[in-house]
T-cell receptor, first 117, second 111 residues
Framework: GAVVSQHPSRVICKSGTSVKIECRSLDFQATTMFWYRQFPKQSLMLMATSNEGSKATYEQGVEKDKFLINHASLTLSTLTVTSAHPEDSSFYIC?????????????FGDGTRLSIL | GEDVEQSLFLSVREGDSSVINCTYTDSSSTYLYWYKQEPGAGLQLLTYIFSNMDMKQDQRLTVLLNKKDKHLSLRIADTQTGDSAIYFCAESSGGYQKVTFGTGTKLQVIP
């Protein structure tokens, strides 16, 4: 079945560091990928929709200069948390839908746990 | 905007059936999903149902949809300790639209 790989699975770094998270569709092409954020004991909130070859669409309240998204190919989207601070510590999950399968659910990566000290 | 609500907690004894309920507000919801998340892990798709269906059964899982009341339920038969996790109800109004997640229901299975 379709697999979404997310890397790294866990990051611990100092405040002020920029962190890049990768989301890859391993065996299918995905023009559209999604980035979600999950705070402890809370639900997933959509941050942005990543579109291959064009600018990402950010949800209200999400700083686009803080969370840089690049979707340079049909199998890779990256989320860069710039100058990360402790309040950015969270669980980030990406998802992708295979092109041409509008009636199928999205496939999720395993998530990246980001801890900023 | 879209809103998806679930009860926060459910406790059942091993071997009993579990029923997790969900309500949503978006009348244009086309796809409704149930995801499972174990501690510290990502999301696992359990099952999904199209809005033109009333019921879907897959082994121990039964999904019921009442579109009129915008109510979705997940029944887990013969609940096992390995079923302990957080279960998220989710909806999407279109094939390429974003997925809106519920608040999650923590299922605790007592041996």
């Amino acid at each position: 079945g379709a697999v979404v790989s997310q890397h790294p699975s866990r990051v611990i770094c100092k405040s002020g560091t920029s962190v890049k998270i990768e989301c890859r569709s391993l065996d299918f092409q995905a023009t559209t990928m999604f980035w979600y954020r999950q705070f402890p004991k809370q639900s997933l909130m959509l941050m942005a929709t990543s579109n291959e070859g064009s600018k990402a669409t950010y949800e209200q309240g999400v700083e686009k200069d803080k969370f840089l998204i690049n979707h340079a190919s049909l199998t890779l989207s990256t989320l860069t948390v710039t100058s990360a601070h402790p309040e950015d510590s969270s669980f980030y999950i990406c998802s992708a839908r295979e092109d041409g399968t509008a009636d199928q659910p999205q496939h999720f990566g395993d998530g990246t746990r980001l801890s900023i000290l | 905007g879209e809103d998806v609500e679930q009860s926060l907690f459910l406790s059942v004894r091993e071997g009993d059936s579990s029923v997790i309920n969900c309500t949503y507000t978006d009348s244009s919801s086309t796809y409704l999903y149930w995801y499972k998340q174990e501690p510290g892990a990502g999301l696992q798709l359990l099952t999904y149902i199209f809005s033109n269906m009333d019921m879907k059964q897959d082994q121990r899982l039964t999904v019921l949809l009442n579109k009129k009341d915008k109510h979705l339920s997940l029944r887990i038969a013969d609940t096992q300790t390995g079923d302990s996790a957080i279960y998220f109800c989710a909806e999407s109004s279109g094939g390429y639209q974003k997925v809106t997640f519920g608040t999650g229901t923590k299922l605790q299975v007592i041996p």
